[in-house]
């Protein structure tokens, strides 16, 4: 099993940047792909981000492609979502998933794909 920590959110102005990072126990973490997602009040859960387990190959939802960079540190067990021009819109919970496997990265774009989820960090953006 893997155990999943978020941090790095909190209240930013419309406009500017945000760091998530997700740390991860054990030692098989670079034998799952990770995603990012978020979740708004009264809203379903929103893909965000995917990296593979290699780090290779990443996929993001029309919504922050080109706004928000995935990347990971399988040494150090972690993956992070730099979050850059951030909207009101933008404003959600963020969980860190974990999916075993090794597949094409549009298959990390379901949440009901991923294994394990860490408990999740809000993130607000204001006008």
């Known amino acids: 099993q893997v155990q999943l920590v978020e941090s790095g959110g909190g209240l930013v102005q419309a406009g500017g940047s945000l760091r998530l990072s997700c740390a991860a126990s054990g030692r098989t973490f670079s034998m799952y792909a990770m995603g990012w997602f978020r979740q708004a009040p009264g809203k379903e859960r929103e893909f965000v981000a995917a990296i593979s387990r290699s780090g290779s190959s990443t996929g993001y939802a029309d919504s922050v492609k080109g706004r928000f960079t995935i990347s990971r540190d399988n040494a150090k067990n972690a993956v992070d979502l730099q979050m850059n021009s951030l909207k009101p819109e933008d404003t959600a919970v963020y969980y860190c998933?974990?999916?075993?496997?090794?597949?094409?990265?549009?298959?990390?774009?379901?949440?009901?794909?991923?294994?394990?989820w860490g408990q999740g960090t809000q993130v607000t953006v204001s006008s």
């Open positions: 998933g974990a999916r075993l496997g090794d597949y094409a990265i549009s298959r990390y774009f379901a949440s009901g794909q991923y294994n394990y």
